[in-house]
């Protein structure tokens, strides 16, 4: 929910619209120059986590899936987002679902707001460490292949334009300033 605050007062607040994944909220909203005009925002249910598992070759994992809103294939960092889960045992899940891979050592690397402009929703950025490959165990409608590549390759996919997906790019920001 949106709070008033720098000269913003939010008057009032109404779903205009829900399904299983987010609702639309349309706010009254009172503007520092006095003016009162609409402002609507998307809430997601749930916050989400992206898990960067790193292996002592310094290879890390990709998932790679057809993005549909883009019409384009996309390879991302292993992320999602589980209703009534925490962001850590989100990362925890996440990870074995996308790719059966298990850590035993996790750390808090980054946390940012993915679009502050018209929602509320918190990404946090995980490392995974000593980990145990295994079988995935992706959801019903998630169609998902995976790869290992070189924590450096990342950077090049990003910089040829291969990786094209925003939280990724952030994520190994993150990565690159942590290690």
Do not use: C
Request: proline share 6%; net charge negative.
């Amino acid at each position: 929910m949106i709070k008033s605050g720098h000269g913003f007062e939010v008057i009032s607040s109404k779903e205009e619209y829900k399904n299983p994944f987010f609702k639309i909220i349309k706010h009254d909203v009172k503007r520092p120059n006095g003016v009162r005009k609409p402002y609507w925002t998307v809430s997601r249910f749930s916050d989400f986590s992206i898990i960067i598992p790193i292996f002592p070759d310094d290879s890390t994992i990709l998932v790679g899936q057809y993005r549909l809103p883009v019409g384009e294939y996309s390879w991302e960092f292993p992320m999602g987002q589980v209703m009534g889960k925490n962001p850590i045992e989100t990362a925890i899940q996440e990870l074995k679902e996308e790719t059966g891979i298990r850590a035993k050592k996790w750390d808090l690397i980054g946390h940012y707001y993915l679009a502050p402009g018209h929602h509320e929703q918190q990404v946090d950025i995980y490392i995974a460490r000593e980990l145990t490959v295994g079988k995935s165990e992706p959801e019903e409608n998630e169609f998902l292949e995976t790869k290992q590549v070189k924590i450096s390759e990342v950077g090049e996919m990003i910089k040829d334009g291969k990786i094209k997906d925003g939280p990724t790019i952030v994520a190994f920001h993150y990565l690159e300033n942590y290690i």
